[in-house]
């Protein structure tokens, strides 16, 4: 077998990678063996531009349709071939929770960190929709639970993306009600700017219902890629059992 064919950095003058780099492919099975990890992929695009390009086009990628395989086809099955924003910005929002910092949410400071494993579905999301706009899809997690935080009790953070958002019911209706943008925060996954969905009156009942959470203690905001973050107020264990799951018709 011949040796795999090297390629020089040409992104920067100044990069330490002065021998050159494994072809593409070679590091594709050298990631694919390592069942893409996602701490050495980003070790990895930290040490030259070209890494970090061969990450956000390759890699990314390829993490994303591993850990979320029927989610990334549904993603795609509208004939693009690109996800909103970018690879990178999915991946992170797959295991990472964003916590509360800054003046995003009106709750108690928590860092964000990443989790191991978290489930999104796109039935949940559909509680997180007005009635007219129920024909779009969003992918919504779990919430990230954060119990016994003082004053603001349990509190639950959930992330989520659109699909095809560009499109989107969602989209024109925030455009259309002149829907605030955050004045200074931006999404923590990809860095575009935030619509409050509190402040466009877009978050119904039904959302409260299928997070566990106290009436009118849902706040979340969308970015402009389609990306979704929030904070809850979860119920106690015991008044979310006697509520039960089901969810009310809007």
Not at 43 to 54: H, M, N, P, Q
Not at 217 to 231: I, K, S
Request: glycine share 6%; charged share 20%.
């Amino acid at each position: 077998m011949s040796a795999a064919k090297k390629q020089r950095c040409i992104h920067s003058a100044s990069c330490v990678c002065t021998k050159g780099h494994l072809s593409e492919e070679a590091l594709f099975l050298v990631f694919n063996q390592l069942q893409w990890n996602p701490k050495i992929i980003a070790t990895l695009s930290c040490t030259c531009k070209w890494f970090d390009d061969l990450a956000k086009r390759v890699l990314w990628k390829e993490f994303c349709r591993t850990r979320a395989p029927k989610m990334m086809l549904d993603l795609q099955s509208s004939g693009s071939h690109s996800i909103d924003g970018n690879w990178r910005a999915l991946a992170k929002l797959l295991i990472y929770c964003s916590g509360c910092q800054g003046s995003l949410f009106s709750c108690c400071s928590i860092p964000g960190h990443f989790v191991y494993r978290t489930r999104f579905s796109r039935t949940s999301g559909k509680s997180f929709l007005l009635p007219q706009c129920r024909t779009d899809v969003l992918y919504v997690s779990d919430p990230c639970e954060h119990l016994d935080q003082g004053d603001d009790g349990d509190i639950g953070f959930f992330r989520g993306i659109f699909k095809s958002f560009r499109t989107s019911k969602v989209k024109r209706m925030l455009i259309s009600r002149s829907a605030p943008l955050h004045p200074t925060q931006v999404c923590p996954y990809c860095k575009a700017k935030l619509w409050n969905m509190v402040a466009a009156k877009m978050i119904p009942q039904s959302a409260s219902c299928r997070l566990g959470a106290y009436e009118d203690c849902v706040e979340y905001y969308v970015c402009l890629n389609g990306h979704a973050l929030g904070l809850c107020t979860l119920l106690p264990l015991s008044d979310t059992e006697e509520e039960g799951e089901e969810v009310p018709e809007e």
